[in-house]
């Protein structure tokens, strides 16, 4: 067992030379997940049947002399708001119990076409709204490295799996910070790529305009690998951007010589830990010595992209939510007139959290609140891309924490939605503006678990951000270095 | 009460009403719906088909299934915008958005329109009347599934179990919001008529009313003649057929009217027409107007059709009803709100009336056979020349009204020469002569009935002159013109007194 590597980048390099095989390699992550799963609980469904049949495929094609592709073998976990073809999708949420689609996302299918194996669909805060996992109908995930602690949210599930070797690489949406944050407080690397870049179609819509698909990792070469596996036009998804995926792997070896990154003030100060701002710091530190030209920015607009955030993506979820009326697919509570079965059911079949939101949404859109709410949320949201437009001006990329704190205890923080809320403060301006950002793991905090810097690129600056990313990872303090 | 209608100033239309006198004004502004005609639905790639098995024609883009996302037909663009041109509109920058609220009907519980910034507007329509009606917007939506209430009443209460059809969930729908310039029932009829040869005309629509791929709100008001501000609304929904149009504006103006001459208030609502009742009822009451939520749809991008795209629309824009009735009527020398200009075009023989006329065809005498004599299939292929010929031997009183009639079908049928037929069914032209002799003849036999052709009243001399006419009709074997026979009966009725 020892002898399965345990990264995807050589687990793909070993199965496509033929000297180890995919079915060793899943047989091997699902012992571990045998295992340990009934603690973490990372996963809704382990696909153990459909996992066994695409190894046996992907090693028939080697035994025929084909190449299965960039990530042969490598056994691949997918957020549970990622549609399968005939297999159970439930955003954890028991308003889609029983629910299977009848097709397979976009991102699916193309790391099918790349040859991973698809172990199963992970946990989740329910409809992706959340930062804790807490909000699962399922039952929480726990965060690997401290069980009595949260993995984070809302791709909790995706992130945990990562982070306790039950596949090396997973798929999570992110939204306002939901691959990110999980992947800090997890000790992973975590990426939300720039707006339109990754398909859509099949990912279970929270926030139309937000959301966004990206690759977690223990390695930020494998989410290279995983992100160039999944990026590029589909005609499926209007918002798409039709360009040339870039050649994220060729660029990890580049360094950061004349690179200027700016750390940017507003998210440096009041509302960040002190131990996670000393590891900002020295992630900076890391990057000028590497040749990169470290200056402070402001990006004032930033501020308000909290209160912005949650205006556009309630308002946006109310209404990606309405389907979830009894009517076709998921829950049904019947009820003497249509009405009252979709609002049984409803009543039923959502969560706090998501109910929470759809008010918050439904009311900022309101006739009457439409302008103070969302239109003045629209208007905040141009503003952060107008600050962001000015700070690339004079940076290459920004550098920022990823979450205020390193992971909490289960419960610190459900009774308050407003302080779950500033968990994304760091996060949020970059969904809203469109621009890709990710998490690289940089240490421990002051209680001894991981800490995670994030880098901010401008649209499509996907390549300068991993080309840092990579001199960041290889200059991380290690998790159990004393924190000083 | 009861309703007359009375123009005033040529356009517009009055209601006066019995009890009091006073004169009122309907005011209507109509709202269309049309499906337009193309292969694929408007986000997917399922056929719109109208009256396939139920729920065939669907994926998981039309039924609104998580995860899925719409993707815009180019096509129902192209379509859109011809109607939009064709209705002289401008074409402007458009945005989707989400109209939100729940409908069984409805798969995502948000309809995907267009909200403040439709693709088409400021437009307007011409009617044959000379009326131009505004046109405020045409903007593309999707249409909703269909229910089908089961059991108990049939009918949405009381109905032991519902079921939707979704194929037609996700076609492309052009709303063609008109402006409230309509006077009268008539006109709305016919501002239906007009739009309807404007679909057909630009291949944007089957506007089949009966299938529904044609449905028609109406916005009815009323107000004192002569005042200017629009009086309180309503929405007449349910009007199936232009029967019904009309039927319903002309009841809810009545209604309007006696409420108001009762000092009540008209209630802004919508009200569904009710054919077998023969009026209006209230829909389900509502404390308020309903919030739809709308707010831009995120999963679609920005529509801008490029200057070349709507050039090129221009380009080739077919000729038009208004357009073509103009030309007609030029041609022809006469009004161009004739009756007989409005039918040439309505049939599609403006083109042959033309030619005909360039043919050397009297132009008031083509479109009089046109409006009478040319309703049936094959007039079209008619050949202009020896159409022009028919006419030109009517004319020249080689034949009468009605062998030219006669002859007319013939050539319909056969292709013949118009000269060629006339000889054959022995058509001749009599000599003005032997018709006087003819009809000296009949008033010999006839003294008394001469007598009182002579020096009866208008009324008995109607009479008689129908009578004499017979018997020359049939003396003559009908190749008697009847206006020869009226004059020479006038001229001898002169000549006794």
């Not at chain 1, 990372?42 to 695409?54: P, S, Y």
């Not at chain 2, 209705?87 to 458009?94: A, D, K, R, T």
């Not at chain 2, 903007?139 to 229910?147: A, P, Q």
């Amino acid at each position: 067992m020892s002898a399965i590597p345990s990264t995807a980048l050589e687990i793909a390099a070993a199965v496509r030379s033929g000297s180890l095989s995919a079915r060793e390699v899943l047989d091997d992550h699902l012992a571990r997940i045998d295992a340990q799963d009934g603690e973490i609980n990372a996963f809704n469904l382990v696909m153990t049947d459909e996992a066994r049949a695409a190894a046996a495929a992907v090693d028939a094609r080697v035994a025929a002399g084909e190449d299965p592709g960039p990530l042969a073998g490598v056994p691949l976990a997918l957020k549970d708001n990622l549609c399968t073809r005939g297999i159970p999708t439930t955003c954890s949420s028991r308003i889609l119990e029983g629910w299977r689609p009848p097709y397979d996302a976009t991102v699916v299918q193309r790391v099918n076409a790349a040859g991973a194996v698809s172990i199963g669909k992970t946990n989740l805060d329910e409809f992706a709204m959340g930062s804790s996992t807490e909000n699962s109908a399922f039952g929480p995930t726990r965060n690997p490295r401290d069980t009595g602690r949260v993995p984070g949210g809302s791709s909790g599930g995706s992130a945990a799996a990562v982070a306790a070797g039950f596949a090396p690489i997973s798929l999570g949406s992110d939204t306002g910070g939901s691959i990110r944050q999980p992947a800090a407080l997890c000790g992973v690397v975590g990426v939300k790529p720039t707006y339109g870049m990754v398909s859509r179609y099949g990912l279970i819509a929270f926030a139309s305009s937000l959301d966004q698909i990206g690759p977690f990792s223990t390695t930020v070469a494998d989410s290279a690998l995983l992100l160039e596996a999944i990026a590029g036009h589909d005609g499926r998804d209007s918002t798409s951007i039709d360009a040339p995926v870039p050649s994220l792997l060729e660029s990890l070896g580049q360094g950061v010589d004349g690179l200027r990154v700016g750390l940017v003030t507003e998210l440096m100060g009041e509302g960040i830990a002190p131990d996670v701002a000393a590891r900002v710091r020295q992630a900076a530190d890391a990057l000028t010595a590497a040749g990169a030209q470290v200056g402070e920015v402001s990006v004032p607009a930033a501020a308000y992209g909290l209160s912005a955030y949650y205006l556009i993506a309630p308002a946006e979820a109310s209404s990606n939510l309405a389907r979830y009326d009894g009517v076709r697919y998921g829950m049904r509570v019947d009820a003497p007139t249509t009405a009252e079965m979709n609002a049984a059911t409803r009543t039923a079949g959502f969560g706090e959290e998501v109910k929470r939101r759809i008010m918050l949404g439904t009311y900022a859109l309101s006739a009457g609140y439409y302008d103070a709410y969302y239109g003045k949320a629209l208007k905040v949201r141009t503003l952060i891309v107008r600050d962001f437009e000015k700070a690339y001006a004079d940076f290459d990329l920004l550098l920022t924490p990823t979450s205020p704190t390193t992971a909490f205890k289960f419960g610190d923080k459900t009774a308050d939605p407003l302080s779950m809320y500033l968990n994304d403060i760091c996060t949020i301006p970059t969904n809203l503006a469109g621009h890709p950002a990710m998490s690289v793991p940089f240490g421990g905090g002051s209680d001894g678990m991981p800490v995670g810097v994030q880098l901010l690129a401008p649209a499509l600056g996907e390549s300068t951000m991993f080309r840092a990313a990579a001199v960041l990872e290889a200059a991380a303090p290690a998790l159990d270095e004393v924190w000083s | 009460m009861t309703l007359t209608y009375e123009p005033i100033e040529g356009e517009h239309f009055v209601v006066v009403s019995e009890t009091t006198g006073d004169s009122w004004e309907i005011v209507v502004g109509l709202e269309v719906h049309c499906e337009l005609a193309t292969t694929t639905k408007l986000f997917c790639g399922c056929p719109n088909m109208f009256g396939d098995e139920p729920n065939t024609n669907v994926c998981p883009v039309c039924l609104g299934l998580p995860g899925s996302l719409p993707v815009l037909n180019h096509n129902v663009v192209e379509l859109a915008m011809r109607l939009g041109r064709a209705l002289h509109c401008s074409v402007e920058p458009s945005v989707f958005a989400r109209k939100n609220y729940f409908y069984p009907d409805m798969p995502k519980d948000y309809q995907v329109s267009q909200f403040d910034q439709p693709i088409n507007v400021d437009g307007w329509l011409d009617l044959p009347d000379g009326t131009r009606v505004g046109i405020e917007r045409a903007h593309i939506e999707e249409d909703t599934g269909k229910n089908t209430h089961a059991g108990g009443s049939g009918r949405i209460h009381g109905a032991d179990y519902s079921l939707v059809d979704y194929n037609r969930a996700g076609v492309p729908l052009v709303e063609i919001v008109g402006r409230p310039h309509i006077r009268h029932p008539e006109q709305a009829k016919t501002y239906i008529d007009e739009l309807r040869a404007i679909l057909l005309t630009t291949g944007a629509s089957d506007a089949k009313m009966e299938e529904g791929s044609l449905r028609v709100d109406a916005n009815v008001s009323v107000r004192r003649v002569g005042d200017t501000e629009l009086g309180t609304r309503c929405e007449v929904k349910n009007l199936n057929s232009l029967r019904s149009l009309g039927r319903a504006i002309e009841y809810e103006a009545r209604r309007q009217v006696d409420l108001l001459e009762t000092g009540e208030r008209i209630k802004q609502e919508t009200r569904h027409w009710d054919e077998g009742a023969g009026r209006t009822r209230a829909g389900r009451s509502k404390e308020e107007a309903e919030d739809y939520r709308y707010f831009q749809e995120p999963d679609l991008v920005p529509l801008a059709p490029s200057a070349e795209w709507i050039a090129a629309i221009d380009a080739a824009m077919p000729p038009l009803p208004a357009a073509r009735r103009d030309a007609l009527a030029l041609a022809a020398g006469v009004a161009v709100t004739e009756t007989s200009v409005v039918i040439a075009v309505q049939r599609d023989l403006d083109q042959l009336a033309l030619a005909t006329i360039a043919a050397g065809g009297d132009g008031k005498r083509v479109l009089t056979h046109v409006e009478h004599n040319l309703s049936g299939e094959g007039a079209v292929d008619l050949n202009p020349a020896t159409f022009a010929q028919l006419v030109t031997l009517e004319l020249g009183g080689q034949l009468t009204a009605t062998q030219a009639k006669t002859v007319l079908a013939e050539m319909v049928t056969s292709g013949r020469a118009p000269d060629v037929i006339a000889a054959e069914l022995g058509f001749e032209a009599m000599d003005s002569s032997e018709l006087e002799g003819i009809v000296d003849g009949l008033i010999a036999e006839s003294p008394e009935e001469w007598a009182d052709f002579c020096t009866g009243d208008d009324k008995k001399r109607g009479k008689l002159q129908g009578f004499f006419t017979g018997k020359i009709m049939k003396a003559t074997k009908g190749q008697a013109d009847g206006k020869a026979v009226a004059a020479i009966l006038e001229s001898r009725r002169a000549a006794s007194l």
